[in-house]
């Protein structure tokens, strides 16, 4: 059997423009009997590790890969009347040391190139350009735009120019899509391969995954360009070839040039990226010169937390009750032994530094004052967390269980959600930056992606079906997390019906189902912060949005790939807090020490009225009824009335309990 591999692939995160799904491409590609595939997305690198993965749960080799934008000139030239704004390159990493490199091109197009699209140059791709493949691309490459323009001469300049710097690893790209221009491109760079021995490789420019696909392709091109399908001057691909052929397709397409498809084969043995995955790699923390180790100061920060915590005078010990003197004071031996256990699978886990990072960053907030959650999640469970200071919470007062945080028969990161002042988070964002260094700290992306009734509404729109028609039918779609157009037609009969019974709407609705639960966009998000120990862009690809620099994998990947990932919330709540106390001390004169005294019968008679408009789970009218029949008298019976009324506390059959 011939065999042939797609080294030019778009994935559903050349954002709304690929829509081959990762998940379902490595199946297709396995059906089809090829081994291998690459990912090639337009400018970004934002699906490599969860296309890596998806390939090899399939038994697929997957070839990590990205087509660049390249500056005509230079990548900081912006002006506004360049004609030609950038062209296409395919770029294929060899091995990890050709990734890195990748990442960094990647990451240079947006933090400096970025001018309509994410773009190179020539001057970077000299420095980051080893262990990197390199082929012409598509007919938007700069090699096949001078052949177009009858400008052979440069052309060819541009060949010797790419063969120099890439030596064996470049190749001209030709591709059978039907295109007349592309024909005019292939015959040209058949004859420059024979005149300069620069070797050929086709593929296939896969944006979608079947020939029928190319419809919906069409639609979402609409969506993504706010283009309707009558519209003439739409953006469109000319042909219906943008698919993953089959190799017997492929092979009967280059019959008469069959070492272009063998050559997909000999990159494919040249690339080798390996990802390393669950192997924590945390930021170096400094500690004290006078502590000999990380432990010690950890160890040190514990011992006078619990002091502080837990501690009595000698004379104050409760009788019959067994204590541990220290430093100051004495604490009792439960505590102590709590503590002294979680410290050894803390250490053992190879977590020290984790907490020491989270104690110094919170450590400074409260130091300069920034309003800090008391600690929320599995981490209140945590007694050294509770006695550095990084959370606020008494685990021995509401039995809460260290192992839910931290189990040495589970390893996974720990994870810490902490709340600060929404309007002073920055802050502390900005104090970790000049701790670790900037390149070292960066935001996180996040992708909202077409959910059920948005792709209803969009497809509709460039399909020239009316907004009330679309809207009737969108609010058709139950409102449920994550819901999809085919659970909808099960629970809704009258959907259903019209899907089967109006030819308009199943049309509408069969391409909206192609086409729901695409990334339709990325943005930052709201709270995550990764931190490395080498600069980011070491590890993963950067990505700009509103200037301001995030990874471009999402919180996830980071945590799989062993990266420290921390949530920064930014509570309005606590700022809210933070302003009524000043306020306070302003036109009172009174000090409010809000979170010291939690046995005030006059907090709890507002609940027992009712009064809790505003407050967080407890401002709905069935709440409010309940805890007026409830009637609270002490935190722990609001604790376990929120715990007792909240949706599903007991899951969608109670009978199991």
Same mark, same amino acid.
Not at 192 to 208: C, F, G, K, M, Q
Not at 246 to 273: D, G, H, R, W
Not at 370 to 394: K, N
């Given at each position: 059997m011939n065999k042939f591999t797609h080294l030019h692939v778009h994935t559903e995160y050349s954002l709304l423009d690929g829509a081959n799904r990762i998940k379902v491409l490595p199946k297709r590609i396995k059906e089809l009997g090829m081994d291998s595939v690459a990912i090639t997305d337009h400018g970004v690198m934002f699906g490599a590790v969860e296309f890596y993965k998806a390939c090899k749960k399939e038994g697929v080799k997957p070839i990590i890969g990205c087509e660049v934008y390249v500056a005509p000139r230079t990548r900081f030239d912006k002006e506004a009347n360049i004609d030609n704004k950038?062209?296409?390159?395919?770029?294929?990493?060899?091995?990890? =040391?050709?990734?890195?490199?990748?990442?960094?091109?990647? &990451?240079?197009? !947006?933090?400096?190139?970025?001018?309509?699209k994410p773009r190179i140059d020539l001057e970077i791709l000299e420095k980051y350009h080893e262990d990197l493949i390199c082929t012409s691309? @598509?007919?938007?490459?700069?090699?096949?735009?001078?052949?177009?323009?009858?400008?052979?001469?440069?052309?060819?300049?541009?060949?010797?120019?790419?063969?120099?710097?890439? %030596?064996?690893?470049?190749?001209?790209?030709i591709q059978h899509n039907g295109i007349k221009e592309q024909q005019i491109v292939n015959q040209k760079l058949i004859e420059i391969s024979r005149e300069l021995n620069v070797p050929l490789?086709?593929?296939?420019?896969?944006?979608?995954?079947?020939?029928?696909?190319?419809?919906?392709?069409?639609?979402?091109? @609409?969506?993504?360009?706010?283009?309707?399908?009558?519209?003439?001057?739409?953006?469109?691909?000319?042909?219906?070839?943008?698919?993953?052929?089959?190799?017997?397709?492929?092979?009967?397409? !280059?019959?008469?040039?069959?070492?272009?498809?063998?050559?997909?084969? /000999?990159?494919?043995?040249? @690339?080798?990226?390996?990802?390393?995955?669950?192997?924590?790699k945390l930021p170096n923390y400094e500690v004290p010169e006078e502590y000999k180790t990380h432990y010690d100061y950890f160890y040190k920060l514990c011992i006078d937390g619990i002091q502080r915590r837990y501690g009595v005078k000698e004379e104050d010990k409760i009788e019959g009750k067994e204590y541990i003197s220290l430093d100051e004071k004495v604490v009792p031996k439960e505590i102590m032994d709590r503590l002294e256990y979680e410290m050894s699978v803390i250490e053992k886990m190879g977590y020290v530094d984790y907490f020491l990072i989270v104690w110094d960053f919170i450590n400074y907030a409260k130091s300069v004052k920034i309003p800090v959650g008391p600690g929320r999640g599995s981490g209140a469970g945590s007694i050294a967390a509770y006695a550095m200071g990084i959370t606020d919470i008494d685990p021995i007062k509401y039995n809460l269980i260290f192992e839910r945080f931290l189990n040495p028969e589970r390893i996974s990161m720990p994870d810490f959600d902490i709340d600060f002042c929404y309007e002073r988070r920055p802050e502390v964002i900005e104090y970790v930056g000049r701790k670790y260094g900037h390149d070292h700290v960066s935001q996180i992306i996040t992708f909202g992606t077409m959910s059920a009734?948005?792709?209803?509404?969009?497809?509709?729109?460039?399909?020239?079906? &009316?907004?009330?028609?679309?809207?009737?039918?969108?609010?058709?779609?139950?409102?449920?997390?994550?819901?999809?157009?085919?659970?909808?037609?099960?629970m809704n009969k009258d959907l259903k019906?019209?899907?089967?019974?109006?030819?308009?709407?199943?049309?509408? #609705?069969?391409?909206?189902? /192609? #086409?729901?639960?695409?990334?339709?966009?990325? &943005?930052?998000?709201?709270?995550?912060?990764?931190?490395? %120990?080498?600069?980011?862009?070491?590890?993963?690809?950067?990505?700009?949005?509103?200037n301001q620099v995030s990874t471009q994998y999402t919180m996830t990947i980071l945590e799989e790939l062993g990266l420290l990932k921390m949530d920064f919330l930014g509570l309005r709540t606590l700022t809210v807090i933070d302003d009524a106390i000043k306020l306070v001390k302003e036109n009172k004169n009174?000090? $409010?020490?809000?979170?010291?005294?939690? =046995?005030?019968?006059?907090?709890?008679?507002?609940?027992?009225?009712?009064?809790? $408009?505003?407050?967080?789970? !407890?401002?709905?009218?069935?709440?409010? &009824?309940?805890?007026k029949e409830l009637k609270p008298d002490s935190l722990e019976d609001i604790i376990a009335g929120v715990s007792l009324y909240r949706p599903r506390t007991y899951g969608s059959n109670p009978k199991v309990y």
């Amino acid at each position: 059997m011939n065999k042939f591999t797609h080294l030019h692939v778009h994935t559903e995160y050349s954002l709304l423009d690929g829509a081959n799904r990762i998940k379902v491409l490595p199946k297709r590609i396995k059906e089809l009997g090829m081994d291998s595939v690459a990912i090639t997305d337009h400018g970004v690198m934002f699906g490599a590790v969860e296309f890596y993965k998806a390939c090899k749960k399939e038994g697929v080799k997957p070839i990590i890969g990205c087509e660049v934008y390249v500056a005509p000139r230079t990548r900081f030239d912006k002006e506004a009347n360049i004609d030609n704004k950038y062209n296409h390159l395919i770029l294929l990493a060899k091995n990890n =040391n050709g990734y890195k490199n990748l990442t960094k091109l990647v &990451s240079l197009g !947006f933090t400096e190139g970025y001018y309509y699209k994410p773009r190179i140059d020539l001057e970077i791709l000299e420095k980051y350009h080893e262990d990197l493949i390199c082929t012409s691309a @598509c007919i938007a490459g700069a090699i096949p735009q001078e052949i177009l323009k009858n400008n052979l001469e440069k052309a060819i300049e541009l060949v010797k120019y790419y063969k120099n710097l890439f %030596k064996d690893d470049f190749y001209l790209e030709i591709q059978h899509n039907g295109i007349k221009e592309q024909q005019i491109v292939n015959q040209k760079l058949i004859e420059i391969s024979r005149e300069l021995n620069v070797p050929l490789v086709a593929t296939n420019d896969a944006h979608y995954l079947n020939r029928d696909d190319a419809y919906a392709h069409e639609i979402l091109l @609409c969506i993504q360009t706010g283009k309707r399908m009558s519209d003439l001057d739409r953006m469109k691909f000319q042909t219906d070839e943008f698919y993953i052929k089959s190799p017997e397709e492929m092979y009967e397409a !280059f019959k008469n040039i069959p070492e272009a498809l063998e050559n997909t084969q /000999k990159i494919v043995e040249k @690339c080798n990226v390996e990802f390393e995955f669950g192997v924590t790699k945390l930021p170096n923390y400094e500690v004290p010169e006078e502590y000999k180790t990380h432990y010690d100061y950890f160890y040190k920060l514990c011992i006078d937390g619990i002091q502080r915590r837990y501690g009595v005078k000698e004379e104050d010990k409760i009788e019959g009750k067994e204590y541990i003197s220290l430093d100051e004071k004495v604490v009792p031996k439960e505590i102590m032994d709590r503590l002294e256990y979680e410290m050894s699978v803390i250490e053992k886990m190879g977590y020290v530094d984790y907490f020491l990072i989270v104690w110094d960053f919170i450590n400074y907030a409260k130091s300069v004052k920034i309003p800090v959650g008391p600690g929320r999640g599995s981490g209140a469970g945590s007694i050294a967390a509770y006695a550095m200071g990084i959370t606020d919470i008494d685990p021995i007062k509401y039995n809460l269980i260290f192992e839910r945080f931290l189990n040495p028969e589970r390893i996974s990161m720990p994870d810490f959600d902490i709340d600060f002042c929404y309007e002073r988070r920055p802050e502390v964002i900005e104090y970790v930056g000049r701790k670790y260094g900037h390149d070292h700290v960066s935001q996180i992306i996040t992708f909202g992606t077409m959910s059920a009734k948005m792709v209803i509404r969009d497809v509709a729109r460039v399909l020239d079906i &009316s907004y009330a028609e679309a809207d009737k039918l969108a609010k058709m779609v139950p409102m449920e997390l994550h819901i999809t157009i085919q659970t909808a037609m099960e629970m809704n009969k009258d959907l259903k019906d019209l899907y089967e019974n109006d030819e308009k709407i199943r049309n509408l #609705l069969d391409i909206a189902m /192609k #086409l729901e639960g695409l990334p339709r966009h990325a &943005s930052t998000h709201a709270a995550g912060v990764v931190i490395t %120990k080498d600069p980011v862009v070491s590890y993963v690809p950067l990505y700009v949005n509103d200037n301001q620099v995030s990874t471009q994998y999402t919180m996830t990947i980071l945590e799989e790939l062993g990266l420290l990932k921390m949530d920064f919330l930014g509570l309005r709540t606590l700022t809210v807090i933070d302003d009524a106390i000043k306020l306070v001390k302003e036109n009172k004169n009174i000090d $409010v020490k809000f979170d010291e005294n939690m =046995n005030d019968p006059n907090v709890f008679k507002l609940w027992q009225e009712g009064q809790t $408009v505003g407050i967080f789970q !407890f401002e709905s009218a069935g709440m409010t &009824s309940f805890m007026k029949e409830l009637k609270p008298d002490s935190l722990e019976d609001i604790i376990a009335g929120v715990s007792l009324y909240r949706p599903r506390t007991y899951g969608s059959n109670p009978k199991v309990y």
